[in-house]
């Protein structure tokens, strides 16, 4: 059996990828047909409550340090017309879930069983709005349990600015030993105070741990 995966970063005027845009505020979301589950990262978490609570409703929520799960009373794609699912069903390509918004897009992630189907997706998408392809591949071989495997990442629950102070520490040797950089001279790469790095960087570390023990577990 042959896959084709393509991840495309789409600048799509939606609400919820609005609602990313200049903020510390990452949306992974799951669309139930009579509602929407949203996990999201980072600190602007009133604004979403806000706007979701005026848009779609919530039904329950949780919330853990910059951490929050939401589900909404209605789905979003009720609400407002075209989202990403039409474009996938006129070309029969397959959602993998769930949907990504940050920095006022989406991140959306699709399967197709071929070639041509997944092209012509990406240049109706690429006709209506500014589209960037962050991957492609084609899968040849254990299609199922790469598919498995690759469903969970011990880095998808990270903010931003976690993400970014992992890649910093990793790219300027803070892991190396010796250390190729110091915590406050990483910090001045990405114009922060050393404290400010060092607590993004810890709690990065902390849920990457808690996940790969989890696992162990």
């Given at each position: 059996m042959t896959l084709y995966e393509a991840t495309f970063r789409v600048a799509h005027e939606s609400a919820y990828a609005?609602?990313?845009?200049?903020?510390?505020?990452?949306?992974?979301?799951?669309?139930?047909?009579?509602?929407?589950?949203?996990?999201?990262?980072?600190?602007?978490?009133?604004?979403?409550?806000?706007?979701?609570?005026?848009?779609?409703g919530i039904r329950d929520m949780y919330r853990e340090d910059e951490r929050l799960l939401l589900i909404t009373n209605d789905c979003l794609r009720s609400h407002q017309e075209p989202l990403i699912e039409a474009y996938l069903s006129e070309h029969g390509c397959l959602l993998w879930p769930p949907q990504q918004y940050e920095h006022g897009q989406l991140l959306v992630r699709v399967l197709a069983l071929t070639e041509?189907?997944?092209?012509?997706?990406?240049?109706?998408?690429?006709?209506?709005?500014p589209v960037t392809v962050e991957s492609k591949l084609r899968r040849t071989h254990d299609v199922l349990d790469n598919i498995v495997d690759q469903s969970h990442s011990v880095t998808a629950g990270l903010t931003n600015r976690q993400t970014e102070a992992l890649i910093a520490a990793h790219e300027y040797g803070f892991y190396e030993i010796p250390r190729d950089n110091t915590s406050e001279e990483i910090a001045t790469h990405l114009d922060l105070s050393r404290r400010t790095f060092e607590e993004h960087l810890r709690r990065a570390e902390g849920k990457i741990v808690s996940e790969v023990l989890s696992e162990i577990d």
């Amino acid at each position: 059996m042959t896959l084709y995966e393509a991840t495309f970063r789409v600048a799509h005027e939606s609400a919820y990828a609005e609602l990313t845009e200049g903020r510390d505020l990452r949306l992974d979301m799951w669309c139930n047909d009579h509602c929407d589950m949203i996990r999201a990262s980072g600190t602007d978490h009133d604004v979403l409550i806000d706007r979701l609570e005026a848009h779609v409703g919530i039904r329950d929520m949780y919330r853990e340090d910059e951490r929050l799960l939401l589900i909404t009373n209605d789905c979003l794609r009720s609400h407002q017309e075209p989202l990403i699912e039409a474009y996938l069903s006129e070309h029969g390509c397959l959602l993998w879930p769930p949907q990504q918004y940050e920095h006022g897009q989406l991140l959306v992630r699709v399967l197709a069983l071929t070639e041509s189907s997944l092209s012509e997706l990406y240049q109706q998408l690429v006709d209506d709005f500014p589209v960037t392809v962050e991957s492609k591949l084609r899968r040849t071989h254990d299609v199922l349990d790469n598919i498995v495997d690759q469903s969970h990442s011990v880095t998808a629950g990270l903010t931003n600015r976690q993400t970014e102070a992992l890649i910093a520490a990793h790219e300027y040797g803070f892991y190396e030993i010796p250390r190729d950089n110091t915590s406050e001279e990483i910090a001045t790469h990405l114009d922060l105070s050393r404290r400010t790095f060092e607590e993004h960087l810890r709690r990065a570390e902390g849920k990457i741990v808690s996940e790969v023990l989890s696992e162990i577990d």
